[in-house]
């Protein structure tokens, strides 16, 4: 019975003769030998004889597979069977075949389920080697759609049981022979997929096992040299840079090299790949792997810089540009002094260098290629010249602009900004700001990024851009002030870190602090440290001297004092008309203001008492002349009823109307006319006979704002400048009036007093806090006035206003920023705290925890009101 199975399956003729002696054997074959015939003859029967056989063994194989009539000993029969060529033939010829590979299909993956190109099946058994072996044997027919069928099948097979069970199966070695033999188009993209698919550290392996040797030059020149099949394969080598196999191929193999660089850079203008930035992406791979210098000769630089060029000049920029920029970054870098030479002087040099600059705009975090290859280029003396020629240094510095108000998650950030420097090394600050809309465009992206590199970019930009008034505007308000700093700070020097030590007393703050200040100007440019004295206080820190610059400010522009007085309900200060009748030590109580401002420059520490009147901002600064506008701030009374009224000729709309004439105006200024009619000052030589006329309005208006807002509080002005200079020296006064304008140095001095909840909140760290306390504190302060969150923010950082920068720009120890941070208190004694106190050093608040809001609110205010009474030295120690 099982002999007879035998025969239905695989035919009688398979089970051959009886064997018999090696004698016996030859003389039966001698007697059997017919007549000589012509060998075409013979052959042509013997052909058809087996094609047959082969015909109707399969026929008899077929129907047992499709009838699942004993399928593992069918397949087993099958895959030998189909080990000589007419015999897998006959079986692709059957009529049923489509039936047929389907099963095997099946079979390969163990799986019952029908497979399909877009099928996703769990496997049971995978690579079955009888049906695998069957595949293995098709593989040697040299038809088109057969090894398109079979090698479309593989690639599926590899999505589905992965490439490392096939390295790692036991007919690995047949399918790489039968690759290697057969080689048909869809077997190299099949070794593609299969090695891209395998960890970086089998990828040597395989090419190794499906490659030996120089196996890989061979099989390459078997195909169509420029086909798409070809390209792809190559290009499937982009994981090179970690591939022992790549380098040991071609590495050091100049030959190699040369001929892979030549095929590829001929070929860049190919876009008939599923992805065309695969071909840019090799080259600059065998590039950057090769250890032989391979780009001296000029005809490679020619394919490259030709091809590349029209690729630029056609193509909108993507991953192709940025690839291209790779390799041509990598072949710039590979070439000697001469080969970069011929790239600079090469015909199309100035078009590829176009095309990167605009290409630049597609650079991504991940893909910053082109912004490497501009950086190199430029730090080129041979390639700067060209690069910078015509519109080109416009147009990069554009992209820079474009690319830095990208949204930050995109942005190559830090290739950019170094892009910038190199830009502003090679052609000059002045250069680069040539164009206000793209010199304005740029400013605005840098002031946005929080970056050392964009920093120093201003900071390279600043000489020529203080020369620019219009652009000076677009530099951000926190740079300026930490810019601001630097430029009071001396240059380094063996006493930098040394200080002016104070010892303050609260009850007596001012007595002798002019005296106490009265140090040289280098001095002074060292900064100061406060320490206050008196019971439980010791120590110093930046606490202590943020605390002093708000006491102290805040009593010298106390109104009784009277060196400032407010027109405008204390909104702002002028210097006073009276201040030598209030103090009669006026000029060194205004030198000390001087001082007191310079000083807090230094520290970058708010004064938020001394918001002072734009005029007086302005004078400080010599920041231009003085106008009717100014004179609104100073006195709201005059500005309306007089200056308003002369400048609007409202005089004309009277009942009857007037002529400036009927005004009887003189060039004399009355400040008080009712009260003291005979106190008057001439405007200008002779005014006391000039009347004012229509021609001569604007001149009056100008000389009788001046004199109101300067010239009667001259000498006074002067003290003050003369106290600003001792820290600020004339110089780098002059240099901060070219950035600075005065309403700026109001908020540098003043700090921001108006503050968004949600940014306080965003920008606070917590310290061992329950989140119930951190809800209960938000829900407070929330609830407080604008006044009472002030107030708060001063106990816990020392001033109740933000410098310019925000919540993110508070000022920490030793001038560093620290955010606000509420905190965990200590224990004393055991203890829980019940109010909570602050570490200003630290922008520091430590808060106990309350059962309710009422509670919460209630201690915070009570610690608030009670925060001038003494530093808090055990926060401090903490």
């Not at 593989?139 to 049981?161: A, C, H, P, S």
């Not at 086909?227 to 790549?246: G, I």
């Not at 008492?609 to 901002?617: D, E, P, W, Y």
Request: charge should be neutral.
């Amino acid at each position: 019975s099982f002999l007879i199975a035998c025969f239905d399956v695989i035919g009688v003729g398979s089970c051959g003769p009886p064997k018999m002696a090696p004698k016996a054997k030859a003389k039966a074959k001698a007697k059997a030998e017919p007549k000589a015939e012509p060998k075409a003859a013979v052959t042509g029967v013997k052909r058809k004889r087996i094609a047959a056989e082969s015909t109707e063994r399969a026929d008899r194989l077929v129907k047992h597979i499709l009838a699942g009539q004993s399928s593992e000993i069918a397949f087993e029969h099958l895959a030998m069977f189909t080990e000589e060529d007419a015999a897998a033939r006959a079986v692709h010829a059957h009529g049923k075949w489509a039936e047929v590979w389907e099963l095997i299909c099946k079979a390969v993956l163990g799986n019952e389920t029908p497979i399909t190109t877009d099928a996703t099946m769990e496997v049971d058994a995978p690579l079955r080697a009888d049906a695998f072996q069957v595949v293995l044997n098709l593989m040697q027919l040299q038809n088109t759609r057969l090894q398109d069928q079979i090698w479309g099948f593989m690639k599926k097979v590899i999505e589905i049981v992965g490439s490392s069970f096939i390295m790692e199966h036991e007919e690995a070695q047949n399918l790489a022979h039968r690759v290697r033999v057969a080689l048909p188009a869809g077997a190299m993209e099949f070794v593609a997929a299969l090695v891209m698919k395998l960890p970086e550290d089998q990828k040597s392996a395989a090419l190794d096992l499906f490659f030996p040797g120089d196996t890989l030059t061979e099989c390459l020149s078997k195909l169509t040299p420029c086909s798409s099949v070809v390209l792809r394969f190559v290009c499937c080598l982009q994981f090179a840079p970690r591939s022992t196999w790549y380098e040991a191929k071609f590495g050091f193999n100049q030959a190699a090299v040369t001929a892979m660089l030549d095929f590829l850079a001929q070929h860049l203008l190919r876009q008939d790949l599923n992805n065309p930035g695969d071909v840019p992406a090799a080259l600059g791979n065998l590039l950057n792997n090769a250890k032989v210098d391979v780009m001296t000769g000029s005809q490679i630089w020619d394919k490259l810089l030709s091809n590349a060029a029209v690729c630029l000049s056609c193509l909108e920029p993507g991953r192709f540009s940025n690839m291209l920029a790779w390799a041509i970054y990598k072949a710039f870098e590979k070439s000697d002094q001469q080969g970069q030479k011929h790239f600079a002087s090469h015909a199309n040099a100035k078009c590829v260098m176009s095309g990167m600059i605009k290409c630049a705009s597609a650079a991504k975090q991940k893909d910053p290629e082109a912004l490497a290859l501009l950086s190199k280029w430029l730090k080129d003396e041979s390639m700067t010249s060209r690069l910078l020629d015509g519109d080109c240094r416009v147009q990069l510095t554009r992209q820079i602009g474009v690319l830095l108000s990208a949204q930050p998650k995109e942005r190559p950030t830090q290739q950019c900004l170094t892009l910038l420097l190199d830009l502003a090394d090679a052609a000059g600050p002045s250069a680069i700001l040539s164009e206000p809309d793209v010199a304005s465009d740029l400013l605005r992206a840098l002031g946005k990024i929080e970056h050392g590199l964009a920093t120093k970019c201003l900071d390279c930009l600043i000489p020529a851009l203080q020369w620019q008034p219009k652009l000076v505007r677009f530099i951000p308000l926190e740079y300026k002030r930490q810019w601001v700093s630097r430029q009071v700070r001396p240059t380094a020097s063996p006493q930098a870190d040394t200080t002016v030590d104070l010892v303050i007393h609260r009850e007596k703050l001012l007595d002798g602090l002019c005296r106490r200040l009265d140090r040289p100007s280098a001095d002074l440019r060292r900064g100061i440290a406060v320490r206050f004295g008196g019971d439980g206080e010791n120590g110093t820190g930046d606490g202590h001297r943020r605390e002093f610059f708000q006491l102290t400010a805040k009593e010298l522009t106390d109104p009784d004092f009277g060196l400032f007085r407010s027109h405008d309900g204390s909104r702002s200060l002028h210097i006073s008309s009276t201040a030598a009748d209030a103090q009669p030590d006026h000029a060194a109580q205004f030198e000390l203001c001087g001082k007191l401002i310079g000083l807090a420059l230094l520290h970058k520490e708010t004064l938020p008492s001394m918001r002072f009147t734009s005029a007086l901002c302005k004078l400080l600064l010599h920041d231009g002349p003085l106008d009717l506008q100014d004179m609104a701030t100073v006195d709201r009374e005059l500005y309306e009823k007089k200056l308003q009224y002369l400048s609007e000729s409202r005089y004309e709309k009277e009942s009857p109307p007037l002529t400036i004439e009927d005004l009887a105006l003189t060039f004399e200024d009355v400040p008080q006319a009712d009260v003291f009619p005979d106190v008057r000052h001439e405007l200008c030589p002779g005014g006391k006979q000039m009347d004012v006329t229509e021609k001569n309005k604007r001149f009056y208006l100008w000389l009788l704002c001046d004199h109101r807002l300067n010239r009667s509080v001259r000498p006074h002005v002067d003290a003050l400048r003369k106290g600003f200079n001792e820290v600020v020296p004339p110089d780098v006064h002059a240099r901060i009036a070219r950035v600075v304008n005065a309403m700026e140095l109001s908020l540098l001095l003043c700090g921001m007093e108006n503050f968004d909840v949600s940014a306080w909140k965003a920008h606070t760290v917590y310290e061992s806090i329950e989140a119930e306390t951190k809800d209960l504190f938000w829900s407070v302060v929330q609830a407080m006035t604008q006044q009472e969150r002030c107030a708060l923010l001063d106990f816990v950082t020392g001033s109740p206003t933000l410098p310019v920068g925000g919540f993110q720009a508070l000022s920490g120890y030793q001038g560093a920023t620290a955010p606000f941070t509420v905190a965990q208190p200590p224990q004393r004694d055991g203890r829980p705290a019940r109010l909570p106190t602050a570490a200003t050093c630290f922008n520091k608040l430590y808060l106990p925890a309350y059962t309710t809001a009422a509670e919460m609110r209630g201690a915070l205010l009570e610690a608030v009101a009670n925060r001038r009474s003494g530093f808090n030295e055990g926060a401090v120690a903490h």
